[in-house]
């Protein structure tokens, strides 16, 4: 029998599984995520069913339709040996993944009888539904989708576990998803200088719930030292070490502890475990790459001497696992900064400014890494290269950029200090108090913009630029 591909596709739009939640896989690296579900199965058995099932999602993405149907096999297994009571249920994703591959695989058949299976198992679990159904454990299958898609997705993931909880407020796992899903909105709100909504009750109650989820207790302590209370966090970092020390996840949180706690030794030293059993993470990498700058910089203000070949050591470190961070995640744009800027530590000079450029040229460039970049790369140029109106001009551009967070907040800051020392010196022309106006153009400040283009117009009366930037402004207000 042919089935209607357009009434297939209908009915598989109505399904609830990683095809229908609009992850894209853009926001991703699909190795590194790939890499990420296969250490979590070996180390939770109990997360099996919702790890094979994005890994099917994840292999469809990187184009191994087979790949995708061996691990919706293993989700099975897993529902049989972790589930054997309620089969049907716990199947729905699962049986939603295949319909949708075997879909892509131009087998109609085979995706009918899947919609099927899910339709009918839906009218039996509820009167109302048809291949849609709000069950709570396939809210948090989606929770946990998003926050593996990262932060476009943390605000959506919250949600689903907020829907999770409302049917099962005890839920050891739909808490610990909430209390991360806080956890990542709240680094994000910080920096884009948005209200922040504070996670520590949300990881209080998942660790007390989940007493051997020692990545979310490691995520509690970074929380408390983040709210200078970090001495009763590393209990939390001491008892993972003993329960799970060879949990890469868990020791990325601990070395990540341990690094904002200045024992950067100590962080080396377990990120270098960490790397042992996970070699291509690139987070790990650039962990350690972000020690080892550390490392170099620490030197540096001490001002000591430092025995050469020691400091080249460091630097090489540095670049090597930065580099390779990169190379393994190419759109991990904050590491190109860490990278040039300790080439830039090192003087040299050169290859700093390659990366800067390589980095700025890229055309999926998120805006605040943009503006961020902007503000290293005038960093670079003011303090390394000797050149304020370098320094001045990509400030500049970092504010031009709309989007306010922490990179145009430092761009703003940094620029308005320099112009108005340089001001209030004796030492500026038309061009910085022009370019003063126009900072405070780009913050909003009108009054303060005007007054600095009226002051530009008396030294260079007829600059095209301040005249019409005047013109506009007092239009506007």
Same mark, same amino acid.
């Given at each position: 029998?042919?089935?209607?591909?357009?009434?297939?596709?209908?009915?598989?739009?109505?399904?609830?599984?990683?095809?229908?939640?609009?992850?894209?896989?853009?926001?991703?690296?699909?190795?590194?995520?790939?890499? @990420?579900?296969?250490?979590?199965?070996?180390?939770?058995?109990?997360?099996?069913?919702?790890?094979?099932?994005?890994?099917?999602?994840?292999?469809?993405?990187?184009?191994?339709n087979e790949e995708a149907l061996r691990n919706l096999r293993k989700a099975e297994e897993a529902i049989q040996k972790l589930r054997p009571d309620e089969i049907a249920r716990r199947s729905l994703v699962t049986w939603g993944n295949?319909?949708?591959? *075997?879909?892509?695989?131009?087998?109609?058949?085979?995706?009918?009888? *899947?919609?099927?299976?899910?339709?009918?198992?839906?009218?039996?679990?509820?009167?109302?539904?048809?291949?849609?159904?709000?069950l709570p454990e396939i809210y948090a299958e989606q929770g946990w989708a998003f926050l593996r898609f990262g932060r476009h997705y943390f605000e959506k993931a919250k949600n689903c576990f907020e829907n999770a909880l409302k049917s099962?407020?005890?839920?050891?796992?739909?808490?610990?998803? *909430?209390?991360?899903?806080?956890?990542?909105?709240?680094?994000?709100?910080?920096?884009?200088?948005?209200?922040?909504?504070?996670?520590?009750?949300?990881?209080?109650?998942?660790?007390?719930?989940?007493?051997?989820?020692?990545?979310?207790?490691?995520?509690?302590?970074?929380?408390?030292?983040?709210?200078?209370?970090?001495?009763?966090?590393?209990?939390?970092?001491?008892?993972?070490?003993?329960? @799970?020390?060879?949990?890469?996840?868990?020791?990325?949180?601990?070395?990540?502890?341990?690094?904002?706690?200045?024992?950067?030794?100590?962080?080396?030293?377990?990120?270098?475990?960490?790397?042992?059993?996970?070699?291509?993470?690139?987070?790990?990498? &650039?962990?350690?790459?972000?020690?080892?700058?550390?490392?170099?910089?620490?030197?540096?203000?001490?001002?000591? @001497?430092?025995?050469?070949?020691?400091?080249?050591?460091?630097?090489?470190?540095?670049?090597? &696992?930065?580099?390779?961070?990169?190379?393994?995640?190419?759109?991990?744009?904050?590491?190109?900064?860490?990278?040039?800027?300790?080439?830039?530590?090192?003087?040299?000079?050169?290859?700093?400014?390659?990366?800067?450029?390589?980095?700025?040229?890229?055309?999926?460039?998120?805006?605040?890494?943009?503006?961020?970049?902007?503000?290293?790369?005038?960093?670079?140029?003011?303090?390394?290269?000797?050149?304020?109106?370098?320094?001045?001009?990509?400030?500049?551009?970092?504010?031009?950029?709309?989007?306010d967070c922490y990179g145009r907040r430092k761009c703003s800051e940094t620029v308005e200090t320099l112009l108005k020392q340089k001001i209030e010196n004796g030492l500026g022309d038309a061009k910085d108090i022009g370019t003063l106006?126009?900072?405070?153009?780009?913050?909003?400040?009108?009054?303060?913009?005007?007054?600095?283009?009226?002051?530009?117009?008396?030294?260079?009366?007829?600059?095209?630029?301040?005249?019409?930037?005047?013109?506009?402004?007092?239009?506007?207000?």
């Amino acid at each position: 029998s042919t089935i209607s591909k357009d009434s297939l596709k209908t009915s598989l739009l109505q399904l609830e599984c990683h095809f229908t939640w609009a992850l894209q896989k853009e926001h991703i690296s699909l190795e590194v995520l790939e890499e @990420t579900i296969l250490d979590h199965i070996k180390f939770f058995v109990e997360y099996e069913i919702i790890d094979y099932n994005i890994l099917s999602y994840v292999c469809h993405l990187k184009n191994s339709n087979e790949e995708a149907l061996r691990n919706l096999r293993k989700a099975e297994e897993a529902i049989q040996k972790l589930r054997p009571d309620e089969i049907a249920r716990r199947s729905l994703v699962t049986w939603g993944n295949y319909a949708w591959i *075997y879909y892509h695989m131009q087998r109609y058949d085979e995706a009918q009888t *899947y919609v099927s299976k899910v339709e009918n198992s839906c009218k039996k679990l509820s009167s109302t539904a048809h291949g849609k159904i709000q069950l709570p454990e396939i809210y948090a299958e989606q929770g946990w989708a998003f926050l593996r898609f990262g932060r476009h997705y943390f605000e959506k993931a919250k949600n689903c576990f907020e829907n999770a909880l409302k049917s099962e407020p005890n839920n050891p796992d739909f808490n610990s998803g *909430y209390a991360i899903a806080m956890y990542r909105l709240e680094g994000l709100a910080e920096w884009y200088g948005e209200e922040m909504r504070p996670s520590l009750e949300a990881l209080t109650r998942a660790v007390q719930l989940n007493p051997n989820d020692t990545a979310t207790a490691a995520l509690l302590a970074l929380e408390l030292q983040r709210l200078r209370r970090g001495n009763e966090g590393e209990r939390y970092i001491e008892e993972g070490l003993q329960k @799970t020390p060879d949990y890469p996840v868990f020791l990325r949180h601990a070395a990540n502890f341990y690094r904002r706690k200045g024992e950067l030794n100590k962080a080396v030293e377990i990120l270098k475990r960490a790397l042992a059993l996970t070699p291509n993470s690139p987070v790990l990498h &650039h962990q350690l790459g972000l020690c080892y700058k550390f490392k170099i910089f620490g030197v540096k203000k001490r001002r000591y @001497t430092y025995p050469q070949e020691e400091m080249e050591n460091l630097i090489q470190l540095a670049v090597f &696992h930065l580099k390779t961070a990169i190379d393994k995640k190419p759109v991990f744009f904050s590491a190109y900064c860490d990278l040039a800027n300790t080439y830039a530590l090192g003087e040299r000079y050169e290859e700093a400014e390659e990366i800067f450029q390589q980095v700025l040229q890229r055309n999926d460039l998120p805006c605040d890494d943009k503006q961020l970049i902007y503000f290293d790369y005038g960093k670079f140029q003011h303090f390394d290269m000797k050149s304020e109106s370098k320094a001045i001009k990509y400030y500049v551009e970092g504010l031009k950029i709309e989007k306010d967070c922490y990179g145009r907040r430092k761009c703003s800051e940094t620029v308005e200090t320099l112009l108005k020392q340089k001001i209030e010196n004796g030492l500026g022309d038309a061009k910085d108090i022009g370019t003063l106006g126009l900072v405070y153009n780009l913050n909003g400040k009108k009054k303060e913009a005007i007054e600095c283009y009226e002051k530009a117009i008396d030294l260079d009366p007829n600059n095209e630029e301040y005249l019409n930037a005047l013109a506009e402004l007092q239009l506007s207000i």
